[in-house]
């Protein structure tokens, strides 16, 4: 099954506890798109500017990625984004945001991509997102993610997006700040009643909860003590999780338990360095040894 | 295995978002004595006030639970406390606390119980759960609980009743306090140096983590949309936790992680209803049951 993801392609700067890093790739289709190809092919969607550099694109060069929807606007910006963590590594300020090309007109989808089987929008404008979706109708699973922005300030169009979508990948806060429940399980059941089928709440160190119509499944986090910037974590969360689905071919109950194991590990190891270094020297042998490992700690008696 | 307790037996009033209970059973060593006791029976050693009420004592009376060491103290008043959770039932506020016979003389361990092979010590002054643990010499498994209040103010003796039993079952809040560590296993690491052979750590709705030499279990709570009243919940998943390895006579990791799972079993009925309401009409069937579908959900694949 063919995988298409559109979301940003940015330039990061971010300081943690364990250091900080100046402008380095990043961006939620970035970090989605190499979480998603340890699985699966992936197909990106995304704009960036002409001072784009070259040593990023390289980055995301292989035989795994298609690049041919990544749009490189003359006379535009990259967007950037400059963040810090706090102590406990759960709570993050944004301390600037330049949209810059993400504020001009949308990237568009190369024809070729149109035959797409799963996709995942992240997180935009709720319009942009539903614009996106309309322009591969015959996909089978569409997911996307939003957040507290657009939750407060477009309510209304983030509804019809939900209503036109597969699954939701959302934060806990998220998750209450839409539906008004203080629980999360109840949270996701609130998602439900709008639309989707699924909705996995990322909980960052508290692991993760998937919530559909045939049950409810919470796991932990991957217990890690080596985290250095969880910048990413979220978005290769959900790499993870669409890589491994479209991968298996497969997305009932039972397939969304095992994908959420992998978006779990996945996003474990992107926490445990700077930028996208962990997840570009990910090898296939370490993510299934951490699955495995992961998948037995869970195994009790 | 014989299985002691020590610990507040006291009348408590509390206020949720669901309702309020007035003057009902409360205290760290009931909620811990019925949740051991649908595993093993108990030994409880606590002090109340000649104001108990006799239906209290009836409500703990069972062919499980020996009664033996709970003194009713002439003369002194019952400990009384009074709290309310917020909205997200993970943050509470104490509006009351009368330690009235707490601050008076100890419990005595009654001779019969001195060769108690498991020993929980729950909650309270560090060096009154030191005298209490050197009652009990012989005993092959003795674990405490503590608190902010003495972590800050008697660290010292604190240190020493750490450096006294074999584990320890905490929330977070306290394990980071106490080690200077944010990372919840990085601070159960921090636990062991200080002498125990395994600490849990206990994250309320995002479930606990255990710390050993052996390894590192992490374990979401279980999914629960029924909360009524958060209180007893650390108590009676300590009760779980202890009850289950005092009956299956194993103190090794496996034993521990399966011990877990039970604790945040029994743990999640607790909260179903105010005051200790589930746990006594909690049946064995029930419990078992709930431990097949919490064991059910973890195993993936």
Redesign the interface.
């Given at each position: 099954m063919s995988l298409l993801v559109t979301g940003t392609v940015g330039i990061d700067t971010v300081i943690t506890p364990q250091g900080r890093a100046d402008d380095v790739l990043g961006g939620s289709a970035v970090y989605f798109t190499l979480a998603a190809a340890a699985f699966t092919p992936v197909r990106l969607v995304a704009v960036v500017g002409d001072d784009f550099p070259d040593t990023f694109r390289s980055a995301l060069t292989s035989d795994r990625i298609d690049l041919a929807g990544l749009e490189r606007r003359a006379g535009s910006k990259t967007f950037r984004w400059t963040g810090k963590y706090l102590?406990?590594?759960n709570e993050r300020q944004t301390l600037r945001t330049d949209l810059n090309v993400i504020a001009e007109a949308p990237p568009v989808i190369p024809d070729p991509f149109k035959d797409s089987t799963v996709v995942f929008l992240a997180n935009t404008h709720p319009a942009l997102q539903l614009g996106m979706r309309r322009q591969v109708p015959d996909a089978r699973l569409v997911v996307c993610d939003t957040m507290d922005l657009w939750i407060n300030a477009e309510r209304d169009a983030l509804r019809e997006t939900l209503a036109a979508v597969d699954g939701v990948v959302i934060n806990d806060s998220e998750a209450v700040l839409l539906t008004g429940q203080?629980?999360v399980?109840?949270a996701g059941?609130g998602v439900l009643k709008m639309g989707p089928k699924f909705a996995v709440i990322k909980?960052g160190a508290?692991?993760a909860?998937l919530v559909t119509a045939d049950?409810?499944?919470?796991?932990?986090?991957?217990?890690?003590?080596a985290?250095k910037d969880p910048t990413g974590a979220g978005d290769s969360f959900a790499g993870g999780m669409l890589g491994y689905l479209a991968a298996c071919e497969s997305f009932d109950y039972a397939a969304l338990?095992?994908a959420?194991?992998r978006a779990t590990v996945v996003a474990s190891f992107t926490i445990e360095d700077f930028s996208v270094r962990r997840l570009q020297a990910l090898t296939r042998d370490e993510l299934d040894g951490r699955v495995a490992e992961f998948?037995k700690?869970?195994?009790?008696?």
């Open positions: 102590e406990n590594m203080s629980d399980i109840t059941r909980k508290h692991g909860v049950g409810v499944t919470a796991i932990p986090a991957f217990p890690s003590e985290v338990r095992r959420l194991v998948t700690m869970l195994t009790i008696d």
